[in-house]
């Protein structure tokens, strides 16, 4: 006999696994969360230096390639997505930013009626769960555990700050008392140390903070392994899904809702595949129109960024993980008391700033204590010498690509075109962040231990030099969003405010796809905060209607 389901989730990644908690939580509902990855449970997911080793793993990674992008010189860039109980959030850097509140109040310009700051602030709040692994000290109610590891950053790490310091940008306090003061605070300008979902030692990502505690519950199904490759529709209402595991085709309906949550790659192509998307596309692939909506995929947005690497004349990580007695004795160190250098994530320092003339923080910025590079087999590999990093990000692109299907094939991996810098607007903030970047390390806190320059020399360049660097230097920072974003209707979104699918019922989009417009800094914070407050939404929506016909 064929298990009944209320709810179908599609992806146990950031947002499917808080969807899975919220809505198996109530206990009058069915949940069914389908993965395509499998476990977790690998030591690289849970140490937190470790996704340097994941960030090419097919085991645990999709590792998509972006069509060759005009704007970055005709490059091929890396996309590393997660395949994987807690998706990107097992592999992810482990940074927690919010956004800034501007950005949220784009969105509700967008159509996004609801999304405005003071909304997603409370929901943000409920979320959160603030925690120093030294003291064993938490603050705090919510499953997102949000660790101050200001007590185990590398020292080399004060000079950021000295040096952000005379650039007369703001610094956060950093205590341990609770609740902390730091960005995630303030929601504005200022360099910090970066607040990361690390928990005494280990990552914690979705899974571990939604997914495995509502694995106790009995109306929670999880299948792992299992590839969706189209949405059952009954008309224009979504029906169930067809999935394909261990070699075998099962349709599963679902009585209430389908909720797509595989990502911002993954969440247009489903729809794609199941005949929601531009007619154009699906006829070149002969696949049958079941809606003609033309925005599934379109509005593509990610966060590029630009690194230089600077020789230092005092020890950085690179003194320690640099050489095999330092890994080894670094190995140590975490086995016997989950301290010292792996237990970091190697982003310690960042913030925001404003570029010049920009009345609000528009560029984020990154500081690291250590120089590495990636290996063409995609290891990570660290500089014997001791090197750092300084790294700047426009936040708010406004150029837009699009993901668009390769074949009607559910395992070939769709068609990503970033469209790079492919407005005036974001040209001009590619060469103002730069210009930030060639101040910022010509501090005197900075200068004082840099013992040299590493090519390109960003100091040598002028407007012209610098767009051009970035073309040919600048990279994602792997923050995907967009392709199925929220708006007022049919003609300029996929999504209403409640990530309802126009023109389909009972189907909803619910992950960083859905943005209006990518947030100004790491994604994976206002991903799960979108995913918490969509369960809200689906609950609301469940209770004020009838069941539907089975």
């Excluded at 609770?178 to 280990?202: H, M």
């Excluded at 389908?258 to 489903?270: D, E, F, K, R, Y």
Aim: proline share 6%; net charge positive; glycine share 10%.
């Amino acid at each position: 006999m064929t298990p009944k389901y209320d709810f179908i989730i599609i992806g146990a990644g950031s947002a499917g696994c808080v969807l899975a908690e919220r809505l198996s939580k109530d206990g009058r509902y069915q949940v069914l969360l389908i993965e395509a990855g499998g476990s977790d449970a690998r030591a690289w997911v849970k140490i937190p230096v470790g996704y340097g080793f994941t960030f090419s793993d097919p085991s645990v990674n999709w590792r998509y390639s972006a069509a060759p992008d005009p704007g970055l010189a005709g490059r091929e860039a890396y996309w590393p997505r997660g395949r994987v109980i807690g998706g990107s959030s097992s592999i992810n850097a482990m940074a927690y930013v919010r956004g800034l509140p501007h950005d949220f109040s784009d969105w509700e310009a967008a159509g996004a009626t609801g999304w405005g700051w003071d909304a997603v602030r409370r929901s943000y709040e409920t979320l959160e769960r603030q925690a120093n692994p030294d003291t064993g000290q938490e603050q705090g109610n919510g499953e997102i555990v949000v660790s101050d590891l200001t007590a185990r950053m590398h020292p080399f790490t004060r000079h950021f700050l000295s040096a952000g310091k005379e650039m007369g940008w703001p610094q956060p306090e950093h205590m341990n008392a609770l609740p902390p003061k730091d960005s995630n605070a303030v929601a504005g300008e200022g360099l910090s140390y970066v607040r990361s979902t690390l928990r005494r030692g280990v990552r914690w990502s979705a899974a571990d903070a939604f997914l495995r505690p509502a694995l106790k519950r009995k109306n929670l199904t999880v299948l792992r392994n299992a590839l969706v490759e189209k949405l059952l529709l009954s008309g224009k209402r979504a029906s169930g899904v067809r999935l394909s595991q261990k070699g075998k085709l099962r349709d599963i309906h679902a009585a209430r809702e389908v909720v797509v949550s595989a990502g911002a790659i993954n969440s247009p192509q489903l729809l794609q595949l199941s005949g929601i998307g531009p007619a154009e596309i699906l006829k070149q692939h002969g696949i049958e129109v079941n809606l003609d909506l033309s925005e599934v995929g379109q509005g593509l947005q990610d966060h590029l960024a630009v690194s230089h690497f600077l020789w230092a004349n005092e020890p950085t990580l690179n003194a320690t993980l640099g050489n095999r007695l330092g890994q080894a004795l670094s190995g140590l160190r975490y086995l016997l008391g989950r301290k010292g250098p792996l237990s970091v994530p190697v982003n310690q320092v960042s913030g925001f700033a404003r570029s010049k003339g920009s009345a609000l923080p528009d560029v984020q910025v990154y500081c690291n204590p250590a120089s590495y590079a990636t290996l063409p087999n995609g290891k990570p590999s660290i500089d014997r010498d001791n090197g750092f990093l300084l790294c700047v990000q426009p936040c708010r692109p406004t150029s837009r690509g699009q993901i668009s299907l390769k074949s009607a094939n559910p395992l070939d991996a769709p068609l990503i075109q970033p469209n790079s810098l492919s407005t005036e607007e974001d040209r001009r903030s590619a060469i103002g962040a730069s210009h930030l970047l060639q101040e910022l390390s010509q501090r005197p806190a900075l200068q004082k231990v840099i013992r040299a320059h590493r090519d390109p020399d960003i100091l040598e360049m002028d407007d012209a030099a610098l767009l051009e660097n970035f073309r040919q230097r600048a990279g994602t920072v792997f923050h995907a969003s967009c392709s199925c974003r929220m708006g007022r209707g049919a003609s300029d979104s996929v999504l209403d405010a409640r990530l309802r699918v126009h023109g389909i019922s009972g189907l909803r989009v619910i992950d960083a796809s859905a943005f209006p417009n990518v947030t100004s800094g790491n994604t994976n914070a206002p991903t799960m905060m979108l995913a918490a407050r969509g369960a809200e939404m689906v609950l609301e929506d469940t209770r004020n209607a009838p069941q539907a016909a089975e």
